[in-house]
């Protein structure tokens, strides 16, 4: 048996006081005359003894009456298990990613699981704490209670593995200690299944709240479907988790003005579009009436005046007109020069460099590629039949191309195509491997096949590049290949174009890399930041001679509307909106777990495991101990004579 307070047990030094009080008790008698006491000693003898066991018996109920209480006052208690003895240390995950939006029992799932926590968890007891993008280690639910209460939601999702390494590293090094590991999430499904692995010193549990939403809706991006000279059609993608849903709102806004409205029917994926003037600065949002996750429902995005990307190509002897023909004047503005009439001044104003089948590219002309290409832009290289391997290879080491190293005069196709290249990342519908093979009579041998975008059948390279270098393997005028003719020659060129001026995207997402290019001139020592409603962030750039890359990823952390500024003057306006992935309201049957301690309440499972170290507390006996003796105390008063 061991006591909670111990120390009250010295108060059993006390007992002496009312032993004393009988043994020393002075009683005053009083004289009473009376004529013969003869007759009186039998009864005084009587008296006297039965005097001295009422006595002791009073003195013993008193003490054992105040032993009882002494003793309750410590509490008293005997462990259920050898478990009580043990160090304890808790470790909580609170997963308070979006998809903790849904409602439970008790508001939202997030919500629910932080009042368990504080309502559970004795004030003062040492427990850590982590999330997302918190961590509170060796800590108490009394000094991190506000930061619970406003605990917000968080765009950083850690994957499951991620999450459980995390938690085993805050516990300490203490191997007497008994170690639990409590996850508490909605446990959405990823892409790769929930792991929680054997661990024969960490006790790991799973409280999985239970969520009541049964659809949710997503507006997941918008883009440009169409467009001419009057109008622009905006298309809105949707998607929906869940049961199917009809007469879906959605508003279009620039700023807090409403622009249009519509609706749709939604069972898994739908669209809807807005057609709006074209050429119109606008700061859109998008918004839809749904509820399910609240965070998804609005969707930021900007439209700005868009410039022309220059291209500049440089001949010799051969046609561009097919280059002409791929950079329209609605998108590009094309100029055309043969070198022997070039303006090497005209180079630096330039945005995309096509070399055109020149047969030597002369020291100048290399020099201007080299700064051109330093200061952040594209060229594109197409080499004759004819031409000086030496002056070429110069020019491709200071632009980080594979060198030529050999001629071939034979027939080649070309048959495979990297779709994961960031050159057509995303710009097919399907990865077809079955095509009319585009052929070339004759060209060139790279020194390596790396960063090639198509390939030949024998798995040697015919078009590489990497980060705005670009070049060919051969000549593709129509007597040396039929390419020219090929379906894939547009989105190659047409690529090589768009990404030659990093024009802002309608919209970036938090927590994926982004390179945004701001056209401006600034100073050796200004410096560029973001500004929002509410705060602002200076984010990672670099400086070019007549633009700026802003990196974000990290930062910003709240999605919304932001200006880009240089000081106090308003350079551009760019839109940030959450990842979408937290959409999903399909979970994990972690019952299907096997080995794990699974719940549904944070509480359950903390009182549950405080059970396995609990204790039989004995108080309550030594009270009604106490109770009877009293009560035996006052029966041998009253009858005992």
């Known amino acids: 048996m061991q006591f909670k307070h111990p120390e009250l047990l010295y108060a059993l030094f006390l007992l002496i006081i009312p032993i004393l009080i009988h043994l020393f008790q002075l009683r005053r008698f009083q004289k009473v005359e009376f004529t013969n006491v003869k007759f009186l000693k039998a009864v005084k003898l009587q008296t006297r003894k039965s005097s001295q066991i009422k006595k002791w018996l009073t003195l013993l109920t008193r003490l054992l009456l105040l032993t009882s209480v002494i ?97 085993k590293q805050m516990f300490s090094n203490d191997g007497s200690a008994e170690k639990n590991l409590i996850l508490v999430s909605d446990f959405q499904q990823k892409s ?132 002409n023909r791929i950079f329209t004047d609605d998108e590009f503005e094309f100029n055309s020069f043969n070198i022997n009439a070039l303006n090497f001044n005209l180079i630096k104003d330039q945005d995309l460099i096509i070399i055109n089948e020149l047969e030597s590219i002369s020291s100048a002309l290399i020099s201007a590629l080299d700064a051109f290409k330093t200061d952040g832009r594209s060229v594109l290289i197409i080499p004759s039949n004819n031409i000086s391997l030496n002056t070429y290879n110069q020019l491709f080491k200071k632009l980080n191309l594979s060198l030529f190293v050999d001629k071939i005069n034979s027939t080649k196709r070309i048959t495979t195509i990297n779709y994961d290249h960031p050159l057509l990342l995303n710009s097919f519908y399907t990865r077809v491997t079955n095509f009319q093979y585009p052929r070339v009579d004759f060209s060139f041998k790279f020194a390596s096949n790396i960063n090639g975008v198509l390939s030949y059948d ?94 974000t990823q990290e930062f910003p952390t709240d999605d919304g509307l932001y200006s880009i500024k240089n000081d106090d003057e308003n350079l551009q306006n760019i839109s940030f909106n959450y990842d979408r992935t937290e959409s999903n309201i399909n979970y994990i049957n972690i019952n299907a777990l096997d080995n794990i301690s699974i719940d549904n309440s944070l509480s359950k499972t903390i009182n549950t495991i405080k059970s396995n170290a609990n204790v039989n507390a004995l108080w309550k006996w030594f009270v009604i101990f106490a109770l009877v003796f009293l009560i035996i105390e006052i029966l041998i008063l009253k009858y005992l004579k």
């Open 192 to 323: 790769k299944p929930l792991d929680t692995g054997v661990d024969s010193i960490i006790g790991i549990s799973l409280v999985q709240p239970i969520s009541n939403l049964i659809a949710n809706v997503s507006i997941d991006s918008i883009y440009i479907a169409d467009s001419n000279a009057e109008t622009l059609d905006l298309n809105v993608r949707l998607t929906s988790y869940g049961d199917p849903i009809d007469n879906i709102s959605i508003s279009l806004f620039d700023n807090d003005e409403l622009l249009a409205k519509n609706s749709v029917n939604i069972e898994n994926e739908t669209e809807a579009t807005f057609t709006i003037t074209n050429n119109t600065e606008i700061n859109g949002k998008l918004v839809i009436e749904d509820a399910g996750l609240q965070y998804d429902n609005v969707l930021y995005f900007n439209i700005g005046k868009k410039p022309k990307i220059k291209v500049l190509v440089i001949n010799e002897n051969s046609s561009d007109d097919f280059l």
């Open 458 to 551: 024998d798995g040697s390279t015919f078009f590489q590049g990497i980060n705005g270098s670009y070049v060919f393997a051969s000549a593709i005028n129509s007597d040396n290949s039929n390419f020219q003719n090929s379906p894939l020659i547009v989105p190659v060129l047409y690529n090589i174009g768009l990404q030659s001026l990093k024009l802002p995207k309608l919209f970036y997402t938090i927590g994926a890399p982004n390179s945004i290019a701001i056209e401006t001139n600034i100073g050796q020592d200004d410096i560029l930041s973001l500004h929002s409603n509410d705060a602002s962030v200076i984010p990672p750039q670099k400086t070019f001679s007549k633009y700026v890359i802003l990196e």
């Open 71 to 167: 003793i309750a006052f410590a509490q008293p208690f005997i462990s259920k298990t050898d478990k009580f003895n043990q160090k304890q240390e808790t470790v909580i995950y609170l997963d308070n990613s979006f998809s903790m939006e849904a409602k439970g029992r008790n508001g939202s799932l997030l919500n629910e699981a932080i009042q368990d926590l504080i309502n559970t968890v004795p004030e003062d007891e040492k427990i850590s704490v982590y999330t997302n993008d918190k961590l509170f280690t060796d800590t108490s639910i009394k000094a991190i209670k506000k930061d619970l209460i406003n605990l917000p939601y968080s765009n950083n999702q850690i994957n499951y593995g991620a999450v459980i390494l995390k938690g």
